[in-house]
């Protein structure tokens, strides 16, 4: 009785096809696949190797994808605001100065700061000629304060004043800041040349500084937190002092005109990630051209 009782278990495993001139269906632990596809492995037995292969093709095809997603596709994101923020502030220049960059001293070191971040020059072509044809559009610039009591100067192009204004104040009041009038007196309006910082002491900064006509220079930080020396002038004066900065054999990461703060402010670690987090979310506007602080670098 116990082997008949084997004998019948052993038939269930066993592997068969359906019988198509039977015309039922597969009575169950039947297989309905080929035989040589429905190889049954006995309970003892695991295809362990079969399982890694499975698991490891799987597992490339998301870490692809979320390489994609993660890294690229936000790089993709932020190269394209930036193209578009270049494009705003050459809209701007050719209405302050027209679009000959010879005669435009600003739209000539705006077109500079394009070819020195790879924007194309089909792009560029594109943005001079829109801007001359453009729809008559306001330059506004907001004066702010953020956390721990920083000053910002917020420049905008818009053609809706009224809902600018509202986004701007919108985004200052999420982020723990406000308009606040009187911030544009602690920023001058003055020519920066900026210069790569790396492996160049405070001592011999302040000699270029000296010997390029430069009527100060300043340590701060590139978006990538590379540290830069920006050399500050009267405006006039950017062409010269890049010349003279070049002479002494320095390289040039970029030259324009910036607003420089007057006095510097120190935050505290949550103030700065807190100003760091509003500045971003302003600099996501798309009507925002660019954004200007007080905030100390080394703070």
């Excluded at 027209?98 to 700061?113: C, F, K, R, T, V």
């Amino acid at each position: 009785m116990a082997g008949a009782a084997v004998l019948r278990v052993l038939r269930t495993l066993r592997p068969r096809t359906l019988d198509a001139t039977v015309g039922r269906f597969p009575a169950p632990g039947e297989c309905v696949l080929t035989p040589a596809s429905c190889v049954l492995y006995p309970p003892w037995r695991t295809s362990t190797v079969r399982t890694l292969q499975l698991c490891s093709a799987l597992c490339a095809g998301h870490n692809k994808w979320s390489k994609v997603k993660h890294i690229k596709g936000p790089r993709d994101e932020a190269r394209g605001r930036m193209f578009m923020k270049f494009g705003m502030m050459i809209k701007i220049a050719v209405k302050e100065g027209g679009s000959n960059p010879d005669m435009n001293l600003n739209l000539a070191h705006i077109l500079e700061q394009c070819r020195n971040n790879n924007m194309p020059k089909a792009a560029v072509e594109a943005s001079i000629k829109s801007a001359e044809k453009a729809k008559p559009a306001s330059q506004h610039m907001f004066e702010a304060r953020g956390p721990g009591g920083c000053l910002l100067l917020i420049e905008v192009l818009t053609d809706n004043n009224t809902r600018s204004h509202q986004e701007i104040k919108r985004l200052l009041n999420k982020n723990r800041g406000m308009l606040s009038d009187g911030a544009r007196h602690n920023f001058n309006r003055r020519g920066v040349v900026f210069v790569p910082g790396q492996n160049v002491s405070t001592e011999r900064a302040l000699e270029l500084a000296i010997e390029a006509g430069a009527e100060d220079v300043q340590e701060t930080e590139d978006e990538e937190e590379r540290p830069l020396l920006q050399f500050i002038c009267d405006m006039a004066e950017v062409r010269k002092v890049r010349a003279s900065l070049e002479e002494l054999g320095m390289p040039i990461a970029s030259a324009g005109l910036e607003f420089v703060p007057r006095a510097l402010s120190s935050l505290d670690q949550d103030q700065l990630d807190a100003a760091s987090t509003l500045i971003e979310a302003l600099n996501d506007c798309p009507e925002v051209v660019r954004v200007w602080d007080n905030i100390r670098a080394d703070s």
